[in-house]
């Protein structure tokens, strides 16, 4: 009887090893498939950071105030940023559909700026040049593309990190366009 | 020796290339000190397992500067901290701060510890404990002196040698 329950007892313990792997490989695993690349943005909720940034296109200052009273989006590039010319189409067909959207060009030369644009199109309402990246600094960008979505009262209701032609991103981004819409 | 000179030449060269640092002028050694501290402690976004002061990405190169110009505005170092996680969130520390959210990443380590410590401390106790166990019960006794009486061994009654035959015996 007594060696029965010994038995038994050894047998948990010789198990607990694989059953720690197990979990380790479950946690390790979950690990793996996060994206360490997604940094959230603490300034989802709070209003958009004040900027002043001379136009790209045309002389003058656009001044962040201008962002209140619609529902925008805006979509920070680059012409040394491959994604960003990934997701140009999908950028035209937004601002198609009707979307007011802002191009924030981030940390470029201008030339090679407005050729980009000349080559692929342009869908911005207004494009503002952050040459030297500084307003960028108070927006949390550290890459190219990044899209902030803002609703009529200036505050940022949400953020795509990378591409908006990426399914998951774009999805994501139309829930939040279409839960603020309706307000 | 030319040769001796051009590896250490090349050598040096490689080192200036490996720390990016812009030439700060500051106002004095604390503020200097301050710099290099924030600099090591923030993590570029860019380059996420590099520090601010390792980095060459052009974000970096940003925010040594940014940070530069606050310290010279006469910013402290909490208040770069805070100008930074605003922007970037706590994932900008290195240290990640201390808060219900990460308790589990502070007081983790200590807790796997102290479950290690606690199962050790039970693990030597059960050997202890199985150790003096050794004494036989009075079945196990009759059984061993039935079998030696079967076998025709001599009556012993030391333990060691009374297990090795219940062994052999079986």
């Not at chain 1, 997604?38 to 209003?47: A, N």
């Not at chain 1, 045309?58 to 529902?71: P, R």
């Not at chain 1, 201008?110 to 307003?135: F, M």
Request: charged share 25%; net charge negative; proline share 5%.
């Amino acid at each position: 009887m007594t060696e029965i329950k010994q038995n038994s007892k050894s047998m948990t313990q010789r198990f607990m090893p694989l059953i720690i792997f197990g979990l380790l490989v479950v946690l390790l695993g979950v690990g793996l498939t996060l994206n360490p690349r997604l940094v959230p943005s603490p300034l989802i909720g709070k209003p958009a950071p004040a900027f002043e940034l001379p136009y790209l296109d045309q002389e003058g200052m656009f001044n962040s105030e201008d962002l209140k009273g619609k529902i925008t989006l805006l979509n920070v590039w680059a012409s040394w940023c491959y994604a960003c010319r990934q997701e140009h189409e999908v950028v035209k067909q937004l601002a198609k559909s009707g979307m007011n959207i802002i191009g924030f060009n981030y940390k470029d030369k201008k030339q090679d700026a407005l050729r980009w644009l000349a080559q692929l199109g342009n869908p911005y309402q207004v494009v503002v040049a952050d040459e030297n990246g500084r307003a960028a600094i108070d927006w949390g960008v550290y890459g190219a593309p990044e899209t902030f979505l803002i609703d009529k009262q200036g505050i940022i209701r949400h953020k795509v990190i990378g591409p908006v032609s990426d399914q998951q991103n774009f999805d994501e981004l139309m829930a939040v366009v279409k839960e603020i819409s309706g307000q | 020796m030319k040769k001796l000179f051009v590896t250490v030449a090349l050598f040096l060269c490689v080192n200036a290339w490996a720390a990016p640092m812009e030439t700060f002028e500051f106002e004095s050694e604390a503020q200097e000190k301050t710099f290099r501290k924030l600099s090591d402690e923030l993590r570029c976004l860019v380059c996420q397992n590099q520090s601010i002061a390792d980095s060459n990405a052009g974000l970096a190169e940003d925010l040594r500067a940014e940070i530069y110009g606050m310290l010279q505005a006469g910013k402290n170092e909490e208040e770069i901290k805070e100008f930074m996680v605003d922007r970037y969130g706590d994932y900008v520390l290195y240290e990640p701060p201390f808060e219900p959210m990460t308790w589990l990443l502070w007081f983790g380590p200590m807790l796997i510890f102290i479950i290690g410590i606690f199962y050790a401390r039970r693990f030597i106790a059960q050997q202890n404990a199985s150790d003096v166990s050794d004494e036989l019960s009075s079945e196990d006794i009759e059984r061993i002196k039935s079998l030696q009486s079967e076998l025709n061994f001599p009556d012993q009654n030391k333990n060691s040698e009374n297990n090795d035959m219940k062994g052999d015996g079986k």
